[in-house]
């Protein structure tokens, strides 16, 4: 079993490595998409490969806008699709957006009744998941969760970013509705979700991606608790 770490260590480790060792918060994100649109490559098969990312407003989201670029980078069909008002991303996730549109893209607002999401749906090789990370504690409801039912009704498969959409990354349990993945992108250690309940059949694949945190940080953050538990 990997080193697994809740919620709240995971934002300690996060701010730690920002704010103690100044290591910029968008070099995490950037890092942490590049693992994300690696999956995504090695899941969708041969280029050119046609991807639909989905992107919550958080900074998973950022993740998933970051990712969206490196895609389109790397010669990939992408259509970007943004959920929640773009005037409430985060302060990460919007500057993610802006390189988006730097490199001639830019993420649209998702409609689940939108002809082309649909159509693009049908015919893609890979779905990203970036909605919602270890943030989310509360069911899915409205938009969130019919992309949640789209992109479960995909017939390709599907990389989550940091956890399947849906599940409380504690517990693993189901928030109303969950991404069904076939492989899951975490990012510095494992969360406890993705290997109890619900959270262990929807996760797929747990893929660990290291983003820079120090490992120091992370023995004094998350294994010194273990120590005590």
Do not use: W
Request: proline share 7%; net charge negative.
């Amino acid at each position: 079993m990997p080193i697994l770490a809740t919620t709240a260590q995971m934002q300690a480790l996060d701010r730690a490595a920002i704010e103690q060792r100044g290591i910029p918060s968008l070099t995490l994100m950037e890092t942490a998409a590049a693992a994300l649109a690696q999956a995504a490559l090695d899941c969708a098969g041969p280029a050119p490969a046609v991807a639909v990312i989905f992107c919550g407003p958080g900074n998973n989201g950022g993740d998933g806008l970051a990712a969206a670029r490196l895609l389109a980078l790397a010669g990939c069909r992408v259509r970007c699709l943004l959920l929640g008002d773009p005037a409430c991303l985060t302060h990460d996730s919007a500057i993610m957006a802006a390189r988006l549109r730097e490199v001639g893209l830019s993420p649209l607002p998702y409609d689940p009744y939108d002809p082309e999401t649909r159509r693009d749906l049908q015919d893609c090789d890979v779905v990203v998941d970036a909605l919602f990370g270890v943030g989310l504690h509360r069911p899915l409801q409205g938009a969130y969760l019919a992309a949640v039912r789209q992109i479960n009704a995909a017939p390709c498969p599907v990389v989550a970013c940091d956890l399947p959409s849906g599940i409380d990354g504690d517990t693993g349990q189901r928030l109303g509705d969950a991404v069904q993945a076939d492989c899951t992108v975490t990012f510095t250690c494992g969360k406890p979700g993705l290997y109890r309940g619900a959270g262990a059949a929807c996760a797929g694949a747990v893929r660990i991606a290291s983003i820079g945190i120090p490992d120091d940080l992370l023995h004094a953050i998350v294994q010194s608790d273990h120590s005590h538990t």
